[in-house]
């Protein structure tokens, strides 16, 4: 493959070079991997910085109608907008719940949108590293907004958290009991909570759980990353087309608060140490999952059981094993 050509078409903003970059970064094969490392590298720095949103919400809240919906609009402000998915199913399964075709079949079609589906990967790690590099690939194609989707069930939220300059939640109109299956941390994530299907007959529960949520955040600790009034909860409909302008202008105040403050390019470079060491965690995972380390770690297992080793000295020798 020739890279200087696959560069080249990506600055140019060419979807389908962006596509077939993102193949290769989702590539599992050696020399794959090489060539991925070496586009990148030659993108870094270029095109321009997107505003990476992450999106959550449980399956049935309606994340796929909202960014079809956000996403039209957003296209037709004369954006661009490229949607990527983190998901969990496909890391475990091999089979993609956000990968369903039929999903956001208007934006589909919009030239101004790319949507890619989760790669299937065998594990979260792999899923977070290939969809971090297909952020840098749709900024340096670029895109102004990257909206990275999940699901929401527990880890994967921290993934999207730790690669998005902002965080959305979605969350559906609920009797006031239901408010305690939103998980604390994942309510600490949000920047935004939007209540969806404020509509019809729905309208009234929106708005009585948006309070209720509302009312949540206030409880949250205070974060030195929020100007007043944020995180915030607000209703939307994204069937109806409801209250998406509105939120994407608090989505801009707070970027702007943030960049003024610092706080954006702080958050960017935490999350690139952040995932630095998460590849260093996940390099020696692997390499203690070698056969010739397996052999090893069996062997001081057994020094460990009976006694021969203590615990951190058997540590101590396996670590510098796999220096
Ligand atoms: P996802 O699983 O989170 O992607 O949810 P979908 O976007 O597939 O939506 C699930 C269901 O909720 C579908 O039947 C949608 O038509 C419906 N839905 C989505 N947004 C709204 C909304 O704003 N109002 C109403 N009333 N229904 C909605």
């Known amino acids: 493959m020739d890279i200087a050509d696959l560069r080249d078409r990506i600055l140019k903003q060419e979807r389908r070079a962006l596509a077939r970059a993102i193949t290769l970064v989702e590539s599992a094969r050696e020399d794959h991997r090489a060539q991925a ?3 990148l590298e030659s993108l870094r720095g270029a095109g321009r910085q997107a505003l990476r ?6 399956p049935g809240v309606g994340k796929s109608t909202f960014i079809e919906s956000f996403g039209m609009m957003l296209t037709g402000q004369g954006l661009r907008v490229a949607v990527l998915a983190v998901d969990p199913s496909s890391a475990r399964s091999g089979g993609s719940i956000l990968g369903d075709k039929t999903r956001m079949e208007r934006l589909s079609r919009d030239k101004n949108a790319f949507i890619r589906p989760s790669p299937s990967q065998t594990h979260l790690g792999g899923v977070a590293r290939r969809t971090r590099e297909a952020v840098a690939l749709c ?6 907004v990257v909206l990275i989707e999940t699901v929401g069930v527990g880890q994967s939220e921290t993934v999207v958290s730790e690669m998005s300059d902002l965080f959305l939640l979605l969350l559906a109109p609920a009797g006031g009991d239901e408010l305690q299956g939103v998980k604390r941390g994942i309510m600490e994530m949000a920047d ?3 209540v969806n299907k404020a509509d019809g007959a729905l309208k009234t529960t929106a708005m ?3 309070a209720d949520y509302a009312g949540a955040l206030r409880l949250l600790r205070k974060r030195p990353q929020d100007p007043k009034g944020f995180p915030k909860a607000m209703t939307v409909s994204a069937l109806e087309e409801e209250g998406l302008m509105t939120a994407w202008k608090e989505i801009n105040t707070l970027t702007e ?10 958050r960017r470079a935490a999350q690139a140490q952040f995932w630095f060491h998460e590849e260093v965690r996940q390099g020696l995972l692997a390499r203690l999952h070698k056969a010739q380390a397996r052999k090893d770690l069996q062997l001081l297992d057994e020094k460990v059981a009976s006694g021969v080793i203590t615990p951190s000295q058997a540590a101590q020798e396996m670590l510098a094993r796999l220096a």
């Open 257 to 266: 608060w943030r960049k003024e403050e610092g706080h954006w390019t702080a």
């Open 37 to 39: 490392s070496a586009l």
């Open 192 to 194: 935004v909570i939007l």
């Open 53 to 58: 949103v992450g999106l959550s919400g449980t």
């Open 208 to 210: 009585r759980t948006c």
């Open 139 to 144: 900024e340096a194609a670029g895109f102004d």
